[in-house]
């Protein structure tokens, strides 16, 4: 793949209870991404950080009032809204951004940006659904609503800055999920989102279940953002998360998924943008789950073993 990976940092763990997540795009660059992604023969350009305000520094007056069990939603509102615009610039430019999270809240942003001038596909590999609203959200955390915002579901019908009207519920594919809070089962069965669970890819195999889900996020679609939360590996590969489910998807399973994604994009150039989201190097082991997600982004931009 012959072209120009733009690295966004964003430090923010806004929408996580545990802190630590903001040092994810440090823990994941010192990981060895240049030269992971350098490997894939891509070209990138780290962009640095977006600034993110500490929390300890933010004016405690400064914040929204409360919009239902939504904590900080102010403060992912002005990260989020500076994200879209370097994403959209970045895709402007004919590079491939590639966003460091952070807690999951900022695909906010990058969904929003990667889809201002085109309609958008997305697979989202996470053990959860992410798919609350500060009306159902059993824990405020803003990491566990980015898809609702995006679609603009119960409260964020109001909030323009977290829509992303390029994406289309039926164009969403969700990968190994395995943790839905109960208002969040009735919510993705009703929608026309496709969700592929880890009971899906035991009986059937990773390979096969990454194709059909890249077809859905293909179909009438002018190509595809890759939401990478690495929660979505086992705990035992990727232990450095906020929010660990077990019984996730191996190392193997996890780069033969974006390898799959890749081969694609090889033949259909369908990928517009990726975020890598919430590695906790304050909870992982000897910085692992950011190598793991270095390596793995490192896949998804055309890293081959042979
Ligand atoms: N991106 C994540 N790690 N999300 C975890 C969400 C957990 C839970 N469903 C919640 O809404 O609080
Ligand atoms: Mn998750
Ligand atoms: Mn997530």
């Known amino acids: 793949m012959d072209s120009t990976v733009r690295i966004i940092g964003v430090p923010m763990d806004y929408g996580a209870d545990r802190r630590g997540v903001d040092m994810g795009p440090s823990a994941i660059r010192y990981g060895g991404l240049g030269t992971e ?5 891509v070209e990138p350009v780290d962009g640095g950080d977006l600034f993110v305000p500490r929390a300890e520094e933010r004016d405690p007056d400064a914040g929204s009032p409360r919009r239902g069990n939504a904590k900080f939603l102010r403060e992912i509102e002005d990260v989020c809204t500076r994200l879209s615009d370097r994403v959209a610039d ?17 695909s906010i942003g990058s969904l929003r940006g990667s889809s201002r001038d085109a309609d958008l596909g997305v697979i989202w590999f996470d053990a959860h659904a992410d798919l609350n609203t500060p009306e159902t959200s059993p824990s405020g955390n803003v990491h566990g609503m980015p898809l609702s915002a995006t679609l603009g579901r119960g409260m964020f019908g109001e909030m323009e800055w977290a829509n992303a009207s390029g994406v289309r519920e ?27 669970t880890m009971s899906d890819i035991d009986e059937r195999g990773i390979t096969a279940v990454v194709e059909d889900a890249l077809s859905v996020a293909t179909d009438g679609t002018d190509g595809i953002h890759v939401s990478l939360d690495l929660d979505w590996l086992d705990p035992t590969t990727a232990p450095g998360v906020g929010t660990p489910v077990r019984g996730g998807v191996t190392y193997r399973e996890a780069h033969s998924a974006l390898e799959t994604v890749s081969r694609r994009h090889d033949a259909d150039g369908l990928i517009r943008s990726m975020d890598v989201v919430e590695v906790n190097p304050i909870l992982d082991e000897r910085n692992e789950t950011a190598t793991v997600a270095a390596e793995l982004a490192a896949s ?7």
């Open 90 to 106: 970045a895709i402007g430019n004919g590079e491939f951004p590639l966003v460091l999270g952070g807690d999951h809240s900022v």
């Open 300 to 306: 998804a931009f055309g890293k081959q073993i042979l």
């Open 37 to 41: 992604l350098e490997d894939a023969g």
């Open 170 to 196: 039926d164009a969403i594919a969700y990968v190994g999920l395995r943790s839905i809070d109960e208002r969040e089962r009735k919510r993705v069965r009703e929608s026309e989102l496709t969700a592929f």
